[in-house]
């Protein structure tokens, strides 16, 4: 455990120019989260093993990594001393691809590891659907809950991303409807005792608080993964822009400690480390 009482915020989800939904280089993105109170960062570039539209492999998840360390490497002497920065990946759709995901996530230089998932075989990239028909949506959360229960099932990733995010695409069709407990409580459940049991954790994604989504996962999946003895929370904005950079990072701090939770965690060689709050 870091000693001391936590006058900063952790990010422990972020992207730069490296993943291909950003420009923001990565001494830019440093900067404005050291600028924005966060002391603890990793950069965790998406790592897809499939292109998003076509499904295909994508082979420049092989470079991901490499890439991340060589523009660090770069900037490590210009950026503050007491910002304690480390390299991870947005590992994704590690169902689609499991030898090569398994492969990728044995990098010896990575710090942290997001289990994310975005996409399906049956149905593409979530961002893509239309979520108006109830019967639709319906088979929707079960497939993504199927996905993130084999994601879970793995061990090569060290805390599920942002549980629940597809409410966001929901939303901007008008149609209000998240990850409920009332319409899955078993499964969900079910998800996160797995998690516990083979010691990992899970996000709280700030992005929905930023866009009015939120928090992933909702307020009522973070109490339940509490009262089942969930400890391992990291913190991330998921901010793909300087201007994004801890967003709401303090927001959801706030909402760990109301609900519970004593300790957010930071990882430095796939080791958690737990930090007050």
């Not at 009482?5 to 993943?19: E, G, I, K, N, P």
């Not at 010691?199 to 992933?216: T, V």
């Not at 927001?251 to 760990?256: D, I, M, N, P």
């Amino acid at each position: 455990m870091v000693q001391g009482h936590m006058a900063f915020l952790t990010d422990f989800h972020c992207h730069t120019r490296v993943s291909l939904d950003s420009q923001a280089s990565l001494y830019d993105m440093a900067m404005a989260e050291y600028a924005a109170g966060v002391r603890w960062l990793c950069i965790t570039d998406h790592c897809d093993t499939v292109h998003w539209r076509t499904l295909e492999h994508y082979p420049p998840c092989r470079t991901v990594a490499a890439r991340d360390r060589a523009e660090l490497a770069a900037v490590r002497e210009r950026l503050p001393a007491d910002l304690h920065i480390r390299l991870g990946l947005e590992l994704a759709e590690l169902q689609l691809w499991p030898e090569l995901t398994e492969e990728l996530a044995g990098d010896p230089g990575l710090d942290f590891i997001l289990g994310s998932h975005h996409i399906t075989a049956q149905l593409g990239d979530y961002h893509e659907l239309t979520y108006t028909d109830p019967a639709f949506r319906k088979q929707m959360w079960e497939l993504y809950l199927d996905n993130l229960q084999w994601v879970a099932d793995k061990d090569y990733f060290d805390v599920m991303a942002h549980i629940g995010y597809v409410r966001r695409y929901a939303m901007a069709q008008g149609v209000d409807v998240g990850l409920a407990l009332r319409e899955h409580g078993d499964r969900i459940e079910h998800l996160l005792k797995t998690l516990i049991q083979n010691g990992r954790g899970i996000e709280l994604n700030c992005s929905g608080l930023r866009d009015g989504c939120g928090p992933f996962p909702s307020v009522e999946i973070l109490r339940l993964y509490r009262d089942l003895g969930g400890q391992i929370v990291t913190t991330g904005s998921d901010a793909h822009r300087p201007e994004q950079a801890a967003k709401c990072l303090a927001q959801g701090q706030a909402l760990l400690k109301s609900l519970g939770f004593r300790y957010v965690t930071v990882f430095t060689g796939r080791r958690p480390e737990s930090i007050p709050i």
